[in-house]
């Protein structure tokens, strides 16, 4: 378990300084920051339901959520 709080934390770090970096990126950009801050909202609220409620939600849900956890976070390293 706690494994999957470390790897938690760092998709969180992760996500952070994404968004932050897109945010100066796009300043004076109204709509594409709105739009930038609903996607990181989406999947931060996707991944952080998947993380605790894995035991409720069916297999294929959960493996979905987790590729798409693993293939943001390998994105973000690459960049």
Do not use: D
Request: contains cysteine.
């Amino acid at each position: 378990m706690r494994a999957l709080i470390h790897a938690f934390v760092i998709h969180l770090t992760l996500n952070v300084l994404v968004f932050l970096k897109g945010w100066h990126a796009f300043e004076g950009k109204k709509a594409a920051r709105i739009t930038l801050a609903a996607v990181f909202v989406t999947e931060l609220l996707i991944y952080t339901v998947g993380f605790f409620c894995y035991r409720v939600l069916p297999e294929p849900v959960v493996q979905q959520i987790r590729a798409m956890g693993t293939s943001w976070m390998l994105f973000l390293l690459y960049k």
